[in-house]
């Protein structure tokens, strides 16, 4: 026998050793492979038996809420039922009242069209009278507005028996008389002081007041001499004249409240008396 041919002998005889440490190895792997596959198998059985009973509970859950949905549909349908047959009733009732309002409603419009017809006819009937009636209250109004200001605005005489113009009682009846434009007003406010106040084309010094007997004395002053008015009583027309006015009608005060220490009203003159206010203004 040759060399070569002992050789091979040899590692023929060498061989099942290493096959059988690799079938040891593959039977350890399997081993440990069947441990993990027994593994996972448990674990998988342990979630599909947590996984059934979770599916249990919510079916059991879920049909709890479905028989009380049930039981909730069956009391609506009652419900319904009961409000069907009540709108049932009602609809009836609303024809029969719509019919109702109906008929009422054509004769009313029937009354409503003869009514309009007379009230129409009686309109025409006397829109002249009441045009009259109109015209006939506007000239009452305006007669009455006449004398109310007539009543206001009336004529007395003045403490130098010469009557006076028309007298106001106040600032508004001052207005009214300068509408007119029969005379010059000058409005003042007088008080108690020692140096005498201009008021138009005079002077004026208020001397004393008595509020409770409404009178008042005063002193004016025009053409270089002096007028004492004393005792005067408030709405009396307190006259006087200055050169130039003789041949007119004079110069009045009149006071509309006596106060304390005041005196309130204004003075007319002529007015002509324009002239001579300038000319006694400028020799002043």
């Known amino acids: 026998m040759s060399e070569f041919q ?22 350890g792997l ?29 079916n059991d859950a879920l049909g709890q809420r479905l028989a009380k949905s049930e039981d909730q549909s069956q009391q609506l349908q009652s419900d319904l039922k009961v409000v069907t047959d009540k709108l049932n009733v009602t609809q009836d009732e609303l024809i029969s009242a719509r019919k109702q309002s109906k008929a009422a409603g054509a004769a009313y419009d029937k009354k409503l069209t003869g009514l309009a017809s007379n009230v129409n006819t009686q309109l025409a009937t006397k ?13 009452t109004g305006v007669k009455s507005d006449l004398d109310v200001t007539k009543a206001k605005l009336e004529r007395s005489m003045g403490d130098m028996n010469v009557m006076s113009g028309l007298i106001a ?33 005079v002077q004026m ?26 005792d005067k009583t408030a709405g009396e027309p307190v006259q006087f004249y200055v050169k130039g006015s ?39």
């Open 6 to 27: 002992e050789t091979n002998i040899q590692n023929t005889a060498a061989t099942p050793r290493w096959v059988g440490l690799a079938i040891a190895a593959l039977g």
């Open 169 to 201: 009682r106040n600032h508004d009846d001052v207005e009214e008389l300068r509408r007119r434009g029969d005379r010059n007003y000058f409005e003042f406010t007088l008080a108690k002081a020692k140096t005498p106040q201009r008021v138009g084309p």
């Open 246 to 284: 003789t041949h007119m009608s004079p110069y009045e005060i009149v006071v509309f409240e006596v106060g304390k220490s005041q005196i309130t009203g204004y003075l007319s003159t002529p007015k002509s008396a324009a002239t001579a206010a300038a000319s006694n203004t400028a020799a002043q």
């Open 30 to 58: 399997s081993l440990i492979g069947i441990g993990v596959g027994w593994s996972a198998l448990n674990h998988a059985k342990s979630v599909e038996q947590s996984t059934q009973a979770s599916l249990k509970q919510q």
């Open 205 to 230: 010094a208020l001397n004393k007041t008595d509020p409770k007997k409404s009178k008042y004395t005063m002193t004016v002053l025009a053409d270089d001499k002096s007028i004492e008015k004393k």
């Open 127 to 139: 829109a002249s009278t009441e045009d009259v009636t109109k015209l006939n209250g506007d000239v």
